[in-house]
């Protein structure tokens, strides 16, 4: 079986620490001029983009396509290379996953959102999200493939986490009452995503997220914790003076269900709460 990714970073990565014990072959893209040194270390096959007949074997024998490039202003940066490649071979993988976010979603004021709930994206990133599953999903109708899109919180595993921050004294405990946000572990996300390849539906969308939404207040304070450093002191809520990512992370508040992928894909998330993600990552000497 292959695997083939589009935006190999710590998404890609995870599905690949997933699969490969189960036989998987993975291959991804490389922008021109990329060093493949990367890649190849991690036993992955390098796909420069700008080589058709490489791409397109890739494409070709792949039984899966994972795409984890975020959108520009100009849409995915997959489907103008994607979707001429399988009509070249005339491909069909068994499946086809497109990474989106929760951010689709927009502000709920805490309450609870489905994947069937209104899209209102706020931010320019979350409506080119919306715009680009739209696109894969109109794509998967056209081409008669088995697309998914998996909507996604903020993602955390080791390396990149509250742990990394509150280590470095940048964790910062922000007072926003009433505000709080769904996550997921990296390896949960492997894991749901590897559910989906073993029961593809054509047009699934399916939220990945933890059990328990909550503030990143409180995330902060428990990272300290478990490390045995102070908790840093709250500070007020001023979204003027925050970066931009920030701004928008603060902007935003909704508990985000993951009963559908619970129910049509057998996954349950084996970290239910930050609380088991962190204390993971922990013992790992993460």
Avoid at 135 to 149: E, K, Q, S, Y
Wanted: hydrophobic fraction near 45%; glycine fraction near 10%; include cysteine.
């Amino acid at each position: 079986m292959k695997l083939f990714v589009f935006g190999h970073g710590f998404s890609g990565q995870a599905l690949h620490r997933r699969l490969a014990p189960l036989g998987w072959e993975v291959s991804a893209s490389l922008r021109p001029g990329a060093d493949p040194a990367r890649l190849t270390a991690q036993g992955v096959a390098a796909v420069p983009l700008d080589d058709l007949a490489a791409l397109d074997a890739a494409i070709a024998e792949a039984q899966a396509i994972l795409i984890t490039a975020p959108p520009g202003p100009d849409g995915c940066p997959a489907l103008p290379v994607l979707v001429p490649a399988l009509a070249r071979t005339g491909a069909f993988p068994d499946w086809i996953g497109y990474l989106s976010t929760t951010g689709v979603y927009g502000d709920r004021g805490g309450r609870w959102v489905f994947e069937d709930s209104r899209l209102a994206a706020q931010s320019v990133e979350g409506a080119r999200r919306v715009g680009a599953e739209r696109d894969w999903l109109d794509v998967a109708r056209g081409m008669g493939l088995t697309i998914t899109v998996h909507r996604l919180p903020g993602i955390y595993g080791p390396g990149r986490s509250t742990l990394d921050r509150a280590r470095d004294g940048r964790a910062r405990r922000v007072a926003a009452p009433g505000q709080v946000f769904s996550r997921i572990h990296v390896d949960d996300l492997a894991a749901g995503l590897a559910a989906s390849i073993a029961r593809p539906r054509p047009g699934g969308i399916y939220n990945l997220c933890d059990d328990e939404p909550a503030p990143n207040s409180e995330v902060v304070a428990y990272a300290a914790r478990l490390l045995n450093l102070p908790v840093p002191p709250e500070e007020p809520l001023d979204l003027e003076a925050l970066r931009p990512q920030a701004r928008r992370f603060y902007a935003e508040t909704k508990r985000v269900s993951n009963a559908r992928a619970k129910g049509e894909l057998g996954w349950r998330p084996a970290y239910p709460s930050y609380r088991e993600g962190l204390a993971a990552i922990l013992a790992a000497g993460g």
